[in-house]
């Protein structure tokens, strides 16, 4: 079982759209999760973090995350073709290791 | 300020042979991090550094990896000698706070093909 599960995608929206992207992990007893964008053939970027159960809203993207479904999503609302590219779900998991674990990302087209 | 650097940017290299990356974190950050991103998988984590200190090298994949980080400044990775399997992209960030805190920033990325 992968510990940090995203579905790879594309999930294609229209720009104006909302996306959402969501990620389930393993470890319940993760603390911090964070959401990385990748455009292709560059680095990660850190886009949000959350700590709390419930949203966190920063511009145009809010994460949500539910601890007790080890649940996290990130809503991007008015949906550009700026915003074509992969994002990363990753967690922090528990135990004082001091390292992120990764899903493989979900792929996001939007089309004008 | 400067961002989290990393050359070379691409590598080819044969089978046996050996490379090193190198990766100059933002100033004054005392953790640093190598990951890597294997064709089709997850971004894996390496290793980590708290100054010159390797704190975690629980995700290096054998020993023919050796991370340094020499007066805690600047970090080299030297795979010796390559695999094919070692193909991927090899990222380095750095952070001043732990991990879990407000995760860090990536590097560009050095991407290395062993043929």
């Known amino acids: 079982q992968k510990e940090v599960e995203q579905n790879s995608g594309p999930l294609s929206v229209p720009e104006g759209a909302i996306a959402s992207l969501n990620c389930t992990y393993s470890?319940?007893?993760?603390?911090?999760f964070f959401w990385y964008r990748q455009y292709s053939g560059k680095s990660p970027e850190l886009i949000m973090f959350i700590y709390s159960n419930g949203d966190k809203e920063d511009g145009r993207f809010t994460a949500q995350l539910n601890k007790a479904s080890q649940y996290v999503s990130l809503l991007i609302r008015d949906s550009q073709p700026s915003d074509s590219a992969t994002y990363l779900c990753?967690?922090?998991?528990?135990?004082?290791?001091?390292?992120?674990?990764f899903g493989t990302g979900t792929r996001l087209q939007v089309f004008p | 300020e400067a961002g989290v650097t990393q050359f070379p940017s691409h590598s080819v290299i044969e089978k046996g042979q050996t490379v090193t990356l190198r990766c100059d974190p933002i100033s004054g950050h005392d953790n640093l991090y190598w990951y890597r991103r294997v064709m089709g998988k997850e971004i894996k984590f390496l290793l980590h550094?708290?100054?010159?200190?390797?704190?975690?090298e629980s995700g290096m994949p054998n020993n023919r990896f050796l991370a340094e980080r020499t007066g805690g400044t600047y970090s080299t990775l030297k795979v010796q000698p390559a695999e094919l399997e070692d193909s991927g992209v090899y990222f380095c960030?750095?952070?001043?706070?732990?991990?879990?805190?407000?995760?860090?920033?990536f590097g560009s990325g050095t991407r290395l093909t062993v043929v």
């Open positions: 990753a967690v922090n998991f528990s135990g004082g290791a001091d390292k992120l674990i």
């Open positions: 550094f708290v100054k010159e200190s390797k704190q975690d």
């Open positions: 960030a750095s952070s001043q706070a732990s991990t879990g805190v407000y995760g860090y920033t």
């Open positions: 470890d319940r007893g993760s603390q911090s």
